[in-house]
């Protein structure tokens, strides 16, 4: 008989594996849907809480921000850009 400690973290790993196996079943069934969903969400947030990104985050993420809005990676050299 095996410990409850060691069923419960056997359980919550296969539970992981058949959700990640869950999510390449979708997108072979559906392939042109990829998993819009979730990216559509995080997109969404993102742009609506744009303000406390640009105010509150550590700058690396300010950078990875700022680049994807201006992709030829515009660099400041103390008086212009």
Do not use: H
């Amino acid at each position: 008989m095996i410990e409850q400690i060691t069923f419960n973290s056997a359980k919550k790993c296969y539970e992981k594996e058949i959700g990640l196996l869950e999510e390449k079943i979708d997108l072979i069934i559906n392939p042109n849907r990829s998993n819009i969903e979730p990216k559509l969400k995080y997109a969404i947030s993102l742009i609506n809480n744009m303000d406390t990104y640009i105010r509150e985050k550590k700058i690396e993420v300010k950078i990875k921000l700022i680049s994807s809005m201006f992709p030829k990676k515009n660099i400041f050299d103390g008086k212009s850009y």
